[in-house]
């Protein structure tokens, strides 16, 4: 008798975009094996052709094969970006007096399976968002069905990678009145709006959000109990709790503070928190990881971040003048604070009219008020307008460009969405 004394594979696991498996069974020299491989849907592989399908044909199996001490043949994995599962079905031949040797197989001395996993695609996204009313970043904010809103990058989960991909998107206010966003006002040097430094993307603003719900309600604790802690770690920071009017936030926006997360008991799903807000009984709470490290110890992504910008631009996405805010005169201005128009965008309170009949001495053409429907605006000094002038606004924009890249070196176990916080760059003009 002839036995088979072993069956291995290369790899126990292959990548979503498919691999080749080297197999190796070895043996005595006359011992005979023949092998099947199928996959979860139980199409099986045709060794004449390299594909698995559901059709059986005498290809679907490897037959009679003489070992010789090693024998050694390679499978290849198709892609399947949802993963797989593959058996590869060893048999002994008894009627060509082989048998699977005790080291092998104890019990069946006939068949010996040895099973691998695909890992599937999964997809890491960047986009925008934003604490203030989203449909006014329009073109911007992370919307999963729009493509143009995100970028991305894909492959196997829980992978070393080193894949990057570039981000645009040109933010504009759709709203009527557009007031569009506030922004620094030109310069001596230039006639264009710019947004500070300061403000300008860093590693620390962008984040992605866990999500999960209390379980039972609190007034004035440090101690959270929840639905499940997957995801959380220490450092995240607590967002919003629904229908909370006590979530120990402060600050403003783009510069609040937020309670953190200072201790986890993953056995009774508590979190310690850094202040003490109050809550409800199965309340959706939101916590957020800002910043690359926070971001890889939540999800297992690896991420860097690179050349991101908020840049003033027009609404075409151009640096041009016309990036800088406008408002038409309606009505002629004689004398008065309060300034009719039949159009404008990128107005905002604390912005500044600029024309050549502007009175501007004394802060006389400071914005202090834009009614609700865009006309009238009032500023600090009565003015002196023509009929149907265009006056320029210096401090407001109409849109701002979003540009950067990210490089992914590993992949989590699942999708992700990163976002950066706009809010800590650029907000909305303001009517009062």
């Given amino acids: 008798m002839n036995y088979i004394n072993n069956f291995t594979l290369n790899k126990n696991i292959v990548s979503s975009s498919g691999e080749t498996v080297t197999y190796t069974v070895a043996g005595g020299s006359e011992a005979v094996f023949s092998l099947r491989v199928k996959n979860s849907s139980g199409n099986l592989y045709n060794f004449k052709t390299g594909a698995f399908s559901a059709t059986q044909t005498v290809k679907s199996r490897l037959a009679n094969q003489v070992i010789s001490g090693t024998y050694t043949g390679v499978i290849a994995i198709p892609a399947a970006a949802s993963g797989d599962t593959y058996t590869f079905m060893l048999f002994a031949e008894p009627s060509k007096n082989t048998?699977?040797?005790?080291?092998?197989?104890?019990?069946?001395?006939?068949?010996?399976?040895?099973?691998?996993?695909?890992?599937?695609?999964?997809?890491?996204?960047v986009s925008l968002n934003t604490d203030q009313a989203s449909g006014r970043f329009e073109g911007g904010i992370y919307d999963a069905s729009a493509s143009a809103t995100y970028a991305e990058v894909t492959g196997s989960s829980s992978t070393t990678t080193n894949q990057s991909t570039d981000?645009?998107?040109?933010?504009?206010?759709?709203?009527?009145?557009?007031?569009?966003?506030?922004?620094?006002?030109?310069?001596?040097?230039?006639?264009?709006?710019?947004?500070?430094?300061?403000?300008?993307?860093v590693d620390s603003d962008f984040y992605i959000k866990v999500t999960t719900k209390t379980d039972g309600s609190a007034t004035n604790s440090n101690s959270m109990t929840v639905d499940?802690?997957?995801?959380?770690?220490?450092?995240?920071?607590?967002?919003?709790?629904?229908?909370?009017s006590d979530e120990e936030q402060s600050?403003?926006?783009?510069?609040?503070?937020?309670?953190?997360?200072?201790?986890?008991n993953t056995s009774t799903k508590t979190v310690t928190l850094s202040t003490t807000p109050s809550w409800g009984d199965n309340k959706t709470v939101e916590f957020r990881a800002y910043g690359s490290d926070l971001i890889g110890k939540s999800s297992g992504v690896s991420v860097s971040f690179f050349d991101w910008s908020f840049v003033p631009v027009d609404v075409n996405g151009?640096?041009?003048?016309?990036?800088?805010?406008?408002?038409?005169?309606?009505?002629?201005?004689?004398?008065?604070?309060?300034?009719?128009?039949?159009?404008?965008?990128?107005?905002?309170?604390?912005?500044?009219?600029?024309?050549?009949?502007?009175?501007?001495?004394?802060?006389?053409?400071?914005?202090?008020?834009?009614?609700?429907?865009?006309?009238?605006i009032t500023v600090t000094g009565n003015q002196t307008i023509s009929d149907n002038a265009t006056l320029v606004v210096f401090g407001s924009c109409v849109a701002?460009?979003?540009?950067?890249?990210?490089?992914?070196?590993?992949?989590?176990?699942?999708?992700?969405?990163i976002f950066l916080d706009v809010d800590k760059g650029f907000v909305l003009g303001t009517l009062t």
């Avoid at 600050?251 to 201790?263: D, F």
């Avoid at 309170?349 to 009238?376: D, F, K, Q, W, Y």
């Fill in 99 to 125: 048998l699977l040797d005790d080291s092998l197989s104890l019990y069946n001395k006939i068949y010996y399976p040895l099973d691998i996993t695909q890992k599937k695609d999964v997809h890491v996204r």
């Fill in 318 to 376: 151009n640096r041009t003048l016309d990036a800088n805010g406008t408002v038409k005169i309606n009505v002629a201005v004689s004398g008065s604070t309060s300034i009719t128009n039949d159009s404008r965008s990128g107005v905002s309170v604390g912005s500044r009219l600029i024309g050549g009949e502007i009175t501007a001495a004394s802060n006389a053409n400071l914005i202090t008020a834009v009614h609700s429907s865009g006309t009238p």
């Fill in 251 to 264: 600050g403003s926006l783009g510069v609040l503070t937020y309670p953190t997360i200072t201790a986890i």
């Fill in 400 to 417: 701002i460009k979003v540009t950067g890249s990210i490089t992914v070196t590993k992949f989590g176990s699942a999708d992700q969405v």
């Fill in 167 to 201: 981000y645009s998107v040109t933010v504009t206010d759709p709203a009527s009145p557009s007031l569009g966003y506030k922004c620094n006002a030109p310069d001596a040097g230039s006639r264009l709006p710019t947004i500070d430094s300061s403000l300008q993307p």
């Fill in 228 to 244: 499940s802690v997957a995801g959380l770690v220490v450092g995240m920071s607590l967002a919003d709790i629904t229908d909370s």
